[in-house]
């Protein structure tokens, strides 16, 4: 167990809507990473945030957006959304300042999201 | 820009024989490479990381890489598979340009049979 914990594990939406996935950081860790993991792919960066400021985007849409609380838990928002949203979102915290070139970062187990 | 080539999509050995998953890396800088794990319905694991220091890299569970800049490789060994190893490895890199990312590729399956 990393300590890094998502919710809800799973969840179904249809297109168009919306949804809010959540990360809860490992203690002490202030810059969380989020990822995109379709079937059969490795994991995408979508953004990262570092002390509540996001300092790194990946190629992904305006309708993916993100937050970062004090607490340095971490919100994926995703707006209208589409099928090829379906996929494993995973968040991952790492103790840094904003350079992580050689710190680990932890994953959480994911958020299984299915569009229908 | 970095990217990162996983040679074999599948992988399947017997128990008790060595172990091989390649990859291969482009990068712009200075590269730190990774190996992670997933295992079925579990999170990410990191298995050892490379960041500049000794070329041969020894991990978790009796994994170790060698880092090889002239064939820009990092390919993941073991000597003998465990019924436990079987899961699906990511080779990963990441740059540092003042906000680092990871750079995963496609993932090698690798099946361990009896």
């Known amino acids: 167990e990393t300590g890094v914990t998502q919710s809800p594990t799973h969840l179904i939406k249809t297109r168009g809507q919306q949804v809010t996935l959540r990360c809860s950081s490992q203690?002490?860790?202030?810059?969380v990473s989020w990822y995109q993991q379709a079937l059969g792919q490795g994991p995408q960066f979508i953004f990262q945030?570092?002390?509540?400021?996001?300092?790194g985007r990946g190629n992904f849409p305006p309708r993916f957006s993100g937050l970062q609380f004090p607490n340095y838990s971490s919100e994926l928002n995703v707006n209208a959304l589409e099928l090829d949203d379906s996929a494993l979102y995973l968040c991952?915290?790492?103790?840094?300042?904003?350079?992580?070139?050689?710190?680990?970062?932890?994953f959480g187990p994911g958020t299984r999201l299915t569009v229908l | 820009a970095q990217s990162v080539t996983q040679l074999d999509s599948h992988v399947s050995v017997s128990e008790g024989t060595p172990v091989l998953l390649r990859c291969n890396y482009s990068?712009?800088?200075?590269?730190?490479l990774f190996w992670y794990v997933q295992h079925p319905n579990k999170g990410l694991q990191l298995l050892l990381k490379?960041?500049?220091?000794?070329?041969l890299v020894k991990g978790i569970n009796g994994f170790e890489a060698e880092f090889k800049k002239s064939e820009t490789s990092f390919h993941l060994t073991k000597p003998s598979a465990h019924m436990s190893d079987a899961a699906e490895y990511f080779c990963?890199?990441?740059?540092?340009?003042?906000?680092?990312?990871?750079?995963f590729g496609k993932g090698t399956m690798l099946l361990v049979s009896p």
């Open positions: 991952a915290s790492v103790s840094g300042t904003g350079s992580i070139r050689s710190n680990e970062q932890f």
């Open positions: 203690s002490g860790h202030n810059t």
């Open positions: 945030y570092y002390r509540e400021e996001e300092n």
């Open positions: 990068s712009s800088y200075s590269p730190s």
């Open positions: 490379y960041t500049s220091a000794a070329t």
């Open positions: 990963v890199v990441t740059s540092d340009r003042g906000y680092s990312t990871l750079t």
